[in-house]
């Protein structure tokens, strides 16, 4: 298995049946070259013109993202497209470097030694090559439709131009094939350069889920990444815009806007505005991306090109891969389930229970270490002195909790005085659990991330909900005043913090139903990452 691969595409209309083997070889970055309807590797591309050969094979590049989607969700597929725009370039730059050649027909051995050696610029020492040959041999008759994405199959248009200066804007939250097919129809009508606008966090705070998004620099790296990836031919100008019409507004280059049909309103706002400024209209181009990708996707991958709910999409997602614990057992799996108050993490937890986890809870588990002859009765008494307790001498929680909410010291006091003992607990816990036939155990707890307990845990599952919806429901739930319920949420890590160390994130903002399903796709995601994880 190699990491980064590269296609050589000859015959487009068969990538469907070769797709499910390219998984068998690459398992993260698959690089896809298109040389429509070569017989030879070195033979000298037809003279077409950039527009034409563009306009030919543009279709192909939307129709190759739409079927990797549905086939390689695992793989970040990234079409090349310099040696489209200009059919001349022999040789292949990529920002990685390639480990194995994938061909979809037989090479001559020299032509492919030749290929390796001179057009590949960036790939190891021992890239190897594949023959994906389907069917193996003969049966030149379907080879003979592959080829439809060749000149001689479309018509020219009149309508298509390229332009020197091309814009394009959007959020960008985590590349999918609906952010890379928008690129790439800029990309391929671009002949200078390109300017990329990418919606600043600060803009998008008024937004459900907002801190699901990551943050603008780490967004623009992976669209520079992207595109000088596809053509490092271009120019790009990546910027931050505050605004929906960011450098519209006042660049006089700009010739042409590339906008989904989502988004194409705001394309007109653009130029209502350069009216008003006396700046020339922009050309509008309209990629229909739904119509692009649904074709081919299943339901799941149709929600997660929809942009209305772009964020939606990643709850219950494996937003990164959990880091390596080498010190940790690895029996069972621990998944640390945090949250702030009243996000709903007990429901979260009722529901992994129900698909088979152990379940234990820290927060409740907290309440046995300080009853009357526990372990760290005493020390807290000793501490907060008598008035903290009732009438039957046990510790009342709500007259230590209006202590150490409202004062940060004596919260630390008190965290350093339970949580070892707690420690020790859960620890126990977690193996009486296993011994019970758990093979994953939850582990349920607010402080997970101030305890520094996440490095006692396999991975993070964080629950979030808006902030002003859980100050309601904290104030419902424990009668208290509006005040007191933000002093307490303010004394857990905030959503934004939660989903920097989380490695899956869910929401019990909508119904029970929509939580449950949420979970239900976390834990089947899990169950393949442990069962490929065990491959290892
Ligand atoms: C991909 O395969 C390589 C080599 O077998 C392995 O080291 C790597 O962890 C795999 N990566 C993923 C994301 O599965
Ligand atoms: C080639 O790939 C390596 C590692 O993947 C990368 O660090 C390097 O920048 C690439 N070289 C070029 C010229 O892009
Ligand atoms: C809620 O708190 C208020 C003020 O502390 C108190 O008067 C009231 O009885 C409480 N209600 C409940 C249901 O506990």
């Not at 797709?19 to 017989?39: D, M």
């Not at 027909?105 to 994906?132: M, P, R, W």
């Not at 046990?394 to 008190?414: C, H, M, S, T, Y």
């Amino acid at each position: 298995m190699a990491r980064i691969g590269l296609l050589v595409l000859t015959k487009p209309t068969k990538l469907e049946r070769i797709l499910p083997a390219i998984n068998q070889h690459v398992n993260s970055t698959l690089y896809v070259q298109l040389y429509p309807g070569r017989r030879r590797l070195q033979s000298l591309p037809s003279s077409s013109e950039t527009v034409l050969n563009v306009q030919h094979h543009g279709p192909a590049v939307i129709s190759i993202y739409s079927q990797a989607t549905a086939v390689c969700h695992n793989l970040d597929v990234r079409v090349l497209l310099a040696g489209i725009k200009d059919p001349f370039i022999s040789t292949i730059q990529t920002r990685k470097q390639i480990e194995v050649v994938i061909f979809d027909c037989l090479f001559h051995k020299d032509e492919v030694d030749n290929f390796l050696k001179s057009c590949l610029l960036n790939a190891t020492q021992t890239c190897h090559v594949v023959t994906l040959n389907h069917p193996p041999h003969g049966n030149n008759v379907v080879s003979g439709m592959a080829e439809s994405f060749s000149i001689d199959g479309i018509l020219p248009n009149k309508e298509f131009k390229m332009y020197e200066n091309v814009v394009v804007g959007g959020t960008f939250d985590r590349l999918h094939t609906g952010h890379k097919i928008l690129l790439s129809e800029a990309v391929l009508r671009c002949t200078r350069k390109l300017t990329v606008g990418v919606t600043d966090t600060s803009m998008l705070k008024y937004k459900l889920l907002w801190e699901l998004i990551e943050p603008c620099s780490d967004r623009m790296c992976l669209l520079e990444d992207f595109l000088q990836d596809i053509d490092p031919g271009l120019q790009y100008d990546i910027v931050p815009i505050y605004d929906p019409l960011g450098p519209t507004r006042e660049d006089p280059n700009f010739q042409m806007i590339v906008v989904s049909t989502e988004t194409y309103k705001g394309g007109l706002k653009v130029n209502e505005c350069r009216c008003q400024n006396n700046l020339p209209i922009l050309d509008i181009h309209t990629v229909d991306i739904l119509e692009a990708v649904s074709e081919r996707t299943c339901d799941e991958e149709e929600d997660k090109i929809s942009s209305s709910n772009n964020r939606m999409r990643l709850l219950g997602t494996r937003l990164r891969v959990p880091e390596a614990r080498p010190l940790l057992s690895r029996k069972p799996y621990v998944i640390g389930l945090t949250g702030n108050i009243a996000s709903g993490k007990s429901s979260v937890g009722e529901h992994l229970r129900n698909l088979g986890a152990g379940l234990l809870n820290c927060d409740i588990l907290a309440h046995g270490v300080y009853t009357k002859g526990q372990t760290c009765y005493e020390s807290i008494v000793q501490h907060f002195g008598k008035e903290i307790l009732d009438d039957d001498e046990e510790i009342n929680r709500k007259a230590l909790g209006a202590i150490v909410f409202k004062n940060k010291e004596q919260l630390d006091k008190l965290n350093g005085l339970v949580w070892p003992v707690l420690l020790d607990r859960v620890k126990g816990q977690i193996k009486a659990l296993f011994e019970a036939g758990h093979q994953i155990v939850v582990m349920e707890a607010a402080v997970l991330l101030q305890a520094g307990w996440d490095k006692h845990v396999h991975e993070i599952w964080a629950c979030i909900i808006p902030p002003e919806e859980a100050v309601k429901r904290l104030q419902e739930r424990n009668n208290l005043t509006e005040s007191d319920a933000r002093a307490r949420i303010a004394a857990l890590p905030s959503n934004t913090e939660l989903v920097a160390k989380a490695h899956v994130v869910v929401s019990t903002y909508w119904s029970a139903t929509y939580t449950q399903k949420q979970v239900a796709k976390a834990w089947k995601a899990l169950q393949l990452y442990l069962t490929d994880n065990a491959k290892l």
